[in-house]
């Protein structure tokens, strides 16, 4: 029992870091990267779309991205998504593509991102604490029901720390590099 207990929870906690991790994908290190625009929803006829299925993305150069809509008729309602959204980006649209030039980041806006990808990181743990609450609050539910001993209790609950603590370690590695990746001029 305790092993699909375990199975469930490992796969639970390693999408929460899933989760971290394609926030920092979104957060600018200066060079353009297609990911930046993963979150970015476009109204298409009332209805919130992703960019991405609406237009192909692509990266030409390092500071540039890309966007060819499949409808030319979306390259108002791209252009002005992205104007709108919290990317601080400026769209230039020439009729069939709409391009956005990635501008160096300061050393200002370079912290700025540290602390949203420690924000990010911390959302993550906070996750994986849930998880831990939640499957340490089954075991003792088990304990009182009797269906395992103390002794089992108490290895499952210790368990279930060390597989908190491995993910949480792992969300902590990826912040360090998010955070090199940014700082890196």
């Known amino acids: 029992m305790s092993q699909m207990i375990n199975q469930g929870l490992e796969k639970n906690m390693a999408k929460s870091v899933e989760a971290a991790n394609r926030n920092f994908n979104t957060i600018r290190t200066g060079r353009a990267n297609t990911s930046l625009l993963d979150r970015l929803t476009v109204e298409y006829y009332g209805t919130e779309t992703p960019l991405k299925s609406l237009a192909t993305i692509s990266t030409p150069d390092s500071q540039t991205i890309a966007i060819q809509p499949f409808d030319l008729t979306t390259l108002p309602l791209i252009e002005k998504a992205i104007s709108v959204s919290d990317l601080g980006f400026t769209p230039n649209n020439d009729g069939k593509i709409v391009r956005i030039n990635i501008p160096p980041l300061t ?25 831990r609450r939640d499957a340490i609050e089954r075991i003792k539910k088990s304990e009182k029901e009797s269906d395992v001993s103390e002794d089992e209790s108490r290895d499952q609950q210790d368990n279930v720390q060390k597989l908190t603590n491995k993910f949480i370690n792992e969300i902590e590695k990826n912040l360090s590099e998010k955070e090199q990746e940014i700082l890196r001029v």
């Open 107 to 131: 050393e200002e806006r370079r912290k700025e991102f540290c602390k949203l990808a420690a924000k990010y990181a911390e959302e993550g743990k906070v996750a994986l604490r849930n998880i």
